[in-house]
């Protein structure tokens, strides 16, 4: 088997709708950006919705798509915290289940079987979970991941300028620490820093 030498990026999930105003309102109320709201001939509509720190979006409108609405099943949504998220998302007036992790300790199984209420036990990377529904039915899932697998990341985002600080500071510190133990002074220190905040942020390399 080759290895495929493009990327294939998710960046698009089409939701069915029955109602597009109502779907955007929802949409924006929890967070989302709005980023593009198109009409065309005939009623087509295109409303492009991206979450929060997110590099995926999603789409709703009308003439975008032929299934039926409310079908959408099981987009995840990935969460730090999804105990906050979910409290962040009930405030904002949204149904959102309870805290469930799955008897098996892994990923969920369909609908409610092998729910156990509650987070994970030892909050284990990817076994929290929390669903809704928006308007239609279509249901969605929080899934808390602290730690990626190996080679899941393949990028490095930072979500404030008080983030980036803090991550040269912690490169500045961990960069003095090597030549006090090594009695080098490395004039590349640019390379060591990316390199450092790369595996600080969990990137290979």
Known sequence: MTVMTVDLKIEVVVVPVSDVD?????WTRIGFREDVDFSGPGGFRVVHLTPPGS?????????VTDAEPGSERGVHLVVDDVVAARAELVARGVDVGEVFHDAGGVFHHAGTAGRVPGPHPTRQSYGSFASFADPDGNTFVLQEVTTRRPGRISQVAYRSVAEVEQALRDAALAHGEYEARTGRHDADWPS??????????????
């Open 22 to 26: 109502r779907a955007k309102e929802f």
């Open 55 to 63: 590099a995926a979006s999603i789409v709703v409108g009308n003439g």
């Open 192 to 205: 060591w820093y990316a390199a450092y905040m790369a595996r600080a942020a969990g990137l290979g390399g």
